[in-house]
T-cell receptor, first 114, second 114 residues
């Protein structure tokens, strides 16, 4: 029932490279989110969007950027990857603005920057 | 300042017995609470939620209890099954502010032993 897709699942890349993590959902949700999670730690919100052409930064500062040109697509870009960017990145969507609608998560991208 | 805490990093329970996962929060503005379950190499999946107007919510084998005065909630799984082995995340937010204000705990790894 995975309706939110992230690619790639795993990515190992060298320092200084530009990368884009893809996230697409087929549920027609307006709200989309990017979380970052290190092993054994909580999920931290780094970006969110309420709809097309809407993007906001989350509570955790991130050097990444996002765009929302289409409802179903919410890619995350790192212009110059660094080892400190090594983490798991989780994309999510929800149907409503209010907290009453649970998040639907993708399976994540595990990024390693060497 | 960690607003949502899961003080037990891991928990081991025998199959068929009750699993109790605990979560404490500090922010009195939180009035909506969720539990997510995460298998390795997958994204979190929504399990059960509760709003502050209730002190208990039940869904099959899963029950969440909320003690507002103690700022504590717990997830009970009974009877525990091997497929319940996963990491469980507690999350909380002010309901009206939506998922962008959702704060996650660090997770508890539950292992169900046959």
């Amino acid at each position: 029932e995975a309706d939110i897709y992230q690619t790639p699942r795993y990515l190992v890349i060298g320092t200084g490279k530009k990368i884009t993590l893809e996230c697409s959902q087929t549920m027609g949700h307006d709200k989309m989110y990017w979380y970052q999670q290190d092993p054994g730690m909580e999920l931290h919100l780094i970006h969110y969007s309420y709809g097309v052409n809407s993007t906001e930064k989350g509570d955790l500062s991130s050097e990444s950027t996002v765009s929302r040109i289409r409802t179903e697509h919410f890619p995350l870009t790192l212009e110059s990857a660094r080892p400190s960017h090594t983490s798991q990145y989780l994309c999510a969507s929800s149907a409503q603005t209010g907290g009453g609608s649970p998040l639907h998560f993708g399976n994540g991208t595990r990024l390693t920057v060497t | 300042d960690q607003q949502v805490k899961q003080n037990s990093p891991s928990l081991s329970v025998q199959e068929g017995r009750i699993s109790i996962l605990n979560c404490d929060y500090t922010n009195s503005m939180f009035d909506y609470f969720l539990w997510y379950k995460k298998y390795p190499a997958e994204g979190p999946t929504f399990l059960i939620s509760i709003s502050s107007i209730k002190d208990k919510n039940e869904d099959g084998r899963f029950t969440v209890f909320l003690n507002k005065s103690a700022k504590h909630l717990s997830l009970h799984i009974v009877p525990s099954q091997p497929g319940d082995s996963a990491v469980y995340f507690c999350a909380a937010s002010p309901l009206i502010q939506g998922a962008q204000k959702l704060v996650f705990g660090q997770g508890t790894r539950l292992t169900i032993n046959p």
